[in-house]
């Protein structure tokens, strides 16, 4: 897969149309082992987290925000980054041979003699026959697909699309990049005999948590654009398979469709809560309010490990603790069996499904995933016994004085560092002014904490979502309100409480 010879090699990679898990398995690979990748500004780019952390990332401009690359540029750049011995990825929206100039960009490597690959991706009309319900072809309905642009190319010799013929297509037609001139293509349509009342589904970034849908006719869709002043990406579905969306939708009927969810777990742990919620349709922006990293003294953690063996309960107080505490194991050259002699206590199940994966299997963990329902547990196991606790660099002391209370002999270590994110993101700024984040999770009280220094009083635009009684007396003391609290302090249980907050509105 690796480029041969001095000169690299370009992969012209279609990103499909929004969900981030509509990518190849291909185009996975070619991301991960870009140097650069080049990419559209339709692009999700949660897809940009499959690149390497040194990777070159080039966006090539945004309508109204920065200035769009034109096509002689961006060929230019993608030969000289291939000359200068780079993995290249140019990275599209949708496919790259439908409607995306990636043959204009073949043509442009293969005449430099530049090597290049072309992944498909899953392209806007496809992916709205799925996500809005809309099956392009019906063995009642529609035998053929007609994919058209509504954007010609201004000098292009030849004819131009013959609406002549597409107005007696028997089947669906998918018009793509057609907002600006919908008037032009629905009038030809008409005036080529083609029924005014024919069905259009006008379907606006497809596949996206924000996706939109807007049902009209033929006959009405070039003032429907103008009345509603709609903005691309769109696609506009044309057919009487239209009719079947009632029949078939599910993506907007999911419980968190249309629900924008903030998530400010560090971003080792986002995953765990941002997977479910966007199961359910939400969409979710990731803002870790904290920052995990490796201690500044990691001297203790050392020596507790190689004196494990003088211990007899060891207790994790997070999935960070355990992941950080076996990175340092393995590093010593230690494996699974410095521990076959010790027991094993985890706070929650986040923490226990952690060792699970590293197949140890927690001797103790609470119901209720709180420090004193684990204390309660272990006290009588650990009386007279030595405990070792591994824990973050900052944290409630409940754990070891209830242990210690009850005659265990305790010692903490720090297997990692919390750290305040203080930097205020940008996007979340706007959209908190713009109240446009419905709810904000608050999984613990250093991230409670780190929330209110960060975004102040932004925070009242939205609701917070507390893991449990005790984050919400943080978020309390610090001058807010909780809005929504788990019954079930894990990451499924606030789920499930933003899914009630939700349906009760």
């Not at 291909?26 to 991301?31: A, H, N, S, Y």
């Not at 809560?273 to 201690?295: C, Q, S």
């Not at 070792?388 to 944290?395: D, E, F, K, M």
């Not at 990692?416 to 700024?429: F, H, K, R, W």
């Amino acid at each position: 897969m690796e480029p041969s010879g001095s000169t690299g090699k370009v992969y012209l990679v279609g990103g499909g149309s929004g969900d981030p898990g509509l990518l190849t398995l291909r185009g996975q690979q070619c991301l991960a082992l870009a140097d650069v990748v080049m990419y559209d500004y339709l692009v999700n780019p949660v897809l940009l987290r499959h690149c390497r952390p040194e990777a070159k990332l080039v966006c090539l401009g945004q309508h109204g925000r920065s200035r769009i690359w034109p096509q002689d540029e961006i060929n230019a750049h993608l030969i000289a980054y291939a000359r200068a011995g780079n993995a290249v990825v140019r990275l599209k929206s949708g496919d790259p041979a439908v409607f995306a100039r990636g043959a204009e960009e073949c043509l442009a490597l293969r005449q430099a003699a530049i090597e290049f690959e072309m992944v498909p991706g899953i392209t806007a009309a496809i992916a709205a026959a799925s996500f809005a319900g809309i099956p392009i072809t019906h063995r009642d309905h529609a035998s053929a697909v007609a994919l058209v642009t509504g954007h010609e190319k201004a000098d292009k010799e030849g004819p131009a699309v013959d609406y002549k013929k597409l107005a007696q297509f028997p089947g669906t037609i998918v018009f793509y990049m057609g907002v600006t001139s919908a008037g032009e293509w629905s009038r030809d349509l008409l005036s080529e005999g083609k029924p005014a009342s024919t069905p259009i589904a006008i379907v606006r970034r497809v596949s996206f948590p924000d996706q939109s849908i807007h049902l009209t006719t033929l006959g009405d869709v070039a003032q429907f654009v103008k009345q509603t002043g709609l903005r691309p990406p769109v696609v506009f579905i044309v057919g009487e398979v239209v009719n079947l969306r009632d029949e078939l939708t599910w993506f907007d009927r999911r419980p968190l469709f249309g629900t924008t969810v903030l998530v400010t777990r560090p971003a080792q742990q986002a995953e765990s809560l941002a997977r479910p919620l966007e199961e359910l349709g939400a969409a979710v922006l990731l803002d870790p309010a904290i920052v995990i990293g490796m201690p500044e003294d990691s001297a203790p953690l050392v020596q507790a490990i190689h004196t494990l063996e003088t211990y007899d309960w060891l207790v994790f107080a997070s999935a960070s603790g355990v992941e950080k505490f076996f990175e340092q194991l393995i590093s010593l050259g230690y494996d699974l069996r410095k521990l076959a002699h010790i027991r094993l206590a985890v706070v929650g199940s986040g923490t226990s499904a952690a060792l699970e994966k590293l197949h140890l299997r927690a001797d103790l963990v609470p119901e209720n995933f709180e420090a004193e329902s684990l204390a309660a547990m272990l006290a009588p196991e650990a009386a007279g016994k030595r405990v070792l606790i591994v824990r973050a660099s900052r944290g409630r002391e409940v754990l070891p004085q209830l242990l210690a209370n009850s005659g265990a002999g305790v010692e903490q270590v720090v297997a990692y560092e919390s750290v305040d994110n203080l930097v205020p993101d940008p996007l979340v700024v706007q959209r908190l002014t713009e109240r446009k984040i419905d709810y904000i999770s608050v999984t613990s009280s250093a991230i409670a904490t780190s929330l209110v220094n960060r975004y102040g009083d932004l925070l009242r635009s939205a609701k917070l979502a507390s893991l449990s009684p005790i984050t919400s007396a943080t978020i309390r003391s610090l001058g807010h309100e909780v809005a929504v609290e788990a019954t079930l302090y894990t990451m499924a249980g606030l789920v499930e409480a933003i899914m009630h907050d939700r349906a009760q509105q």
